[in-house]
């Protein structure tokens, strides 16, 4: 099974920058102040607020905009390919869940230790300012709502609660974490001692020891004894729909859309880009590296979001 499927996970493991299990370093803590940008950057920068002309925009963010705070993205450069668990493996087979468990067990245990960086301020500052109709993050580290943003659409849902599939009970992953301490004491540990940890924005990590996935035990519904599952979606999962008119309201309620950070791989953000598009509305891009937005985009901005979004702050006045 393991030949056959190296990656397990929401997204397959990704590099981490930093490790951060019992005994290794910590993940990038908050406030990451932005680079400087060159006399040009600033100047592309100014278009884009020129653009915007003071009006409220839409922000819709992923996971380009939290790589500052030591979360590796899903498709950045130098990312390796990445091998999804979907929605389907994980109910129908035990073994892939033990799997998954195991490893984001070992995630969870860094991506909590994550804190907002100048990026994630930023939109709270233009939120704050009155220049956001709402913030769309197709992330689900929670990052927005720790830098006090309000106004925040999870479209992928939340790292930060586990969903009971039989009963539905929700459940803080803190609490799950507890639990599934007591039930594997020494794992975290183990891990550590075996070797580097690797990690991706679900909190997917990679455990490459077949022998401490295989003696993981999962976690049962406190409540009824049914399976739990991270409440967020998987591939091959729909996006709740409150949450998909959530978004277009927030977009219909905007003169532009800014994009940070996403490659737009997926239908559930490039949808907004679509209606935004269709709608005459400024399309602005931030990314380093191509999205599948590019020829839609008003303007398009090759810069890190962290120094994109600082500077877009300054431009417009706050």
């Not at 109910?91 to 468990?101: K, V």
């Not at 960086?117 to 990052?143: K, Y």
Request: neutral net charge; proline residues 6%.
């Amino acid at each position: 099974m393991d030949q056959l499927r190296p990656g397990i996970g929401e997204t397959g493991f990704v590099p981490a920058m930093t490790p951060a299990v019992p005994g290794m370093t910590p993940a990038a803590t908050s406030g990451a102040s932005a680079a400087a940008l060159s006399r040009d950057e600033i100047a592309a920068v100014d278009i884009v607020a020129a653009t915007l002309g003071g009006q409220p925009f839409a922000l819709l963010t992923g996971a380009g905009i939290s790589t500052d705070s030591g979360i590796p993205d899903y498709r950045g450069p130098g990312a390796p390919p990445r091998n999804p668990l979907t929605y389907q493996e994980f109910m129908r087979e035990p073994a892939l869940r033990q799997r998954y468990w195991a490893r984001n067990h070992v995630g969870w245990s860094r991506m909590h230790l994550s804190k907002p960086n100048a990026g994630h301020f930023a939109a709270t500052e233009l939120e704050r300012a009155g220049m956001l109709s709402g913030i769309v993050t197709q992330n689900v580290d929670r990052l927005h709502e720790a830098a006090l943003a309000s106004n925040v659409v999870d479209l992928h849902g939340r790292f930060d609660q586990v969903l009971c599939m039989e009963c539905g009970n929700h459940y803080s992953r803190s609490f799950l974490a507890i639990i599934l301490n007591e039930l594997n004491p020494g794992f975290l540990e183990a891990v550590a001692a075996a070797g580097g940890v690797s990690a991706a924005p679900d909190a997917d990590a990679d455990v490459e020891s077949e022998k401490l996935i295989s003696a993981f035990n999962v976690a049962k519904c406190p409540l009824c004894g049914g399976l739990l599952k991270p409440d967020f979606v998987f591939f091959g999962e729909n996006v709740p729909q409150d949450r998909v008119l959530r978004s277009f309201s927030m977009v219909d309620a905007a003169a532009a859309l800014v994009v940070a950070g996403s490659s737009l791989s997926v239908l559930s953000g490039l949808r907004f880009v679509k209606k935004a598009a269709k709608d005459g509305k400024p399309v602005i891009i931030i990314n380093r590296g191509k999205t599948r937005g590019d020829s839609l985009a008003t303007v398009k901005l090759e810069l890190g979001v962290s120094e994109a979004m600082t500077q877009l702050t300054r431009s417009l006045g706050l």
